[in-house]
């Protein structure tokens, strides 16, 4: 009955590094997202995964930042060349669009978040 | 431009008295609004939803209403003890849009003061 996890929880890398972040959704869950925190700021969407669409990848700040979702379950956020303005928390989030008679719905489930200190 | 924003950065209260964040926002036309918690160290967690045409939404000690007109929302906390010290999140759903829409505030992060 687990929520979303993530993986590392914490991560400290040179610069110039390339990282690679691991999020497990809630088991069913057809949406995927990940966002990026950084310290006293507002959640930055960074890519959409929706079933076997194509991802909105419209968030994403630089062509350094990819993302994949492997079989419709877990996803991968890779940094190459990392950065110190990569620091940040990043934070996935799994959902499931409800239809009601008021439209569609969908909550998101936040995992952890991965704490990524770039030196 | 299209924004949502959050009313302060930090909200003081004494415990027991009535906590109240603000969202508004501009230039959107939300299907609902939701508000989250997040605390230090944690992803936000859902606690509420409300649809465009709802004024007002309960759960327990929470309260938050929907003004269309004034295109605003606010989070009511009543009875406010220190354990509701975190940060709250805005979060809308524009109309016209699938899944993916969903647009965050920066949050007001909330102090309750024994």
């Not at chain 1, 990569?86 to 489930?109: I, P, R």
């Not at chain 2, 009511?76 to 003890?81: E, N, Y």
């Not at chain 2, 940060?87 to 309750?112: D, E, H, P, R, W």
């Given at each position: 009955?687990?929520?979303?996890?993530?993986?590392?929880?914490?991560?400290?890398?040179?610069?110039?590094?390339?990282?690679?972040?691991?999020?497990?959704?809630?088991?069913?869950?057809?949406a995927?997202?990940?966002?990026?925190?950084?310290?006293?700021?507002?959640?930055?969407?960074?890519?959409?995964f929706q079933g076997?669409s194509?991802?909105?990848?419209?968030?994403?700040?630089?062509?350094?930042?990819?993302?994949?979702?492997?079989?419709?379950?877990?996803?991968?956020?890779?940094?190459?060349?990392?950065?110190?303005?990569?620091?940040?928390?990043?934070?996935?989030?799994?959902?499931?669009?409800?239809?009601?008679?008021?439209?569609?719905?969908?909550?998101?489930?936040?995992?952890?978040?991965?704490?990524?200190?770039?030196? | 431009?299209?924004?949502?924003?959050?009313?302060?950065?930090?909200?003081?209260?004494?415990?027991?008295?009535?906590?109240?964040?603000?969202?508004?926002?501009?230039?959107?036309?939300?299907?609902?609004?939701?508000?989250?918690?997040?605390?230090?160290?944690?992803?936000?967690?859902?606690?509420?939803?409300?649809?465009?045409?709802?004024?007002?939404?309960?759960?327990?000690?929470?309260?938050?209403?929907?003004?269309?007109?004034?295109?605003?929302?606010?989070?009511?906390?009543?009875?406010?003890?220190?354990?509701?010290?975190?940060?709250?999140?805005?979060?809308?759903?524009?109309?016209?849009?699938?899944q993916?829409?969903?647009?965050?505030?920066?949050?007001?992060?909330?102090?309750?003061?024994?």
């Amino acid at each position: 009955g687990a929520g979303v996890s993530q993986s590392p929880s914490n991560k400290v890398t040179e610069k110039g590094k390339d990282v690679e972040l691991r999020c497990d959704p809630i088991s069913g869950h057809t949406a995927l997202y990940w966002y990026r925190q950084s310290l006293g700021q507002g959640l930055e969407f960074l890519i959409y995964f929706q079933g076997n669409s194509a991802p909105d990848k419209s968030g994403l700040p630089s062509d350094r930042f990819s993302a994949e979702r492997t079989g419709g379950s877990v996803s991968t956020l890779t940094i190459q060349r990392t950065q110190q303005e990569d620091s940040a928390v990043y934070l996935c989030a799994s959902s499931l669009a409800l239809q009601t008679s008021g439209g569609w719905e969908e909550t998101q489930y936040f995992g952890p978040g991965t704490r990524l200190l770039v030196l | 431009s299209q924004k949502i924003e959050q009313n302060s950065e930090a909200l003081n209260i004494q415990e027991g008295k009535t906590a109240t964040l603000t969202c508004n926002y501009t230039n959107y036309s939300p299907a609902y609004l939701q508000w989250y918690r997040q605390d230090p160290g944690r992803g936000p967690v859902f606690l509420l939803l409300i649809r465009e045409n709802e004024k007002e939404k309960r759960k327990e000690r929470l309260k938050v209403t929907f003004d269309t007109t004034l295109k605003q929302s606010l989070f009511h906390i009543t009875a406010s003890q220190p354990a509701d010290s975190a940060t709250y999140l805005c979060a809308l759903m524009n109309y016209g849009g699938s899944q993916g829409n969903l647009i965050f505030g920066k949050g007001t992060k909330l102090s309750v003061k024994p």
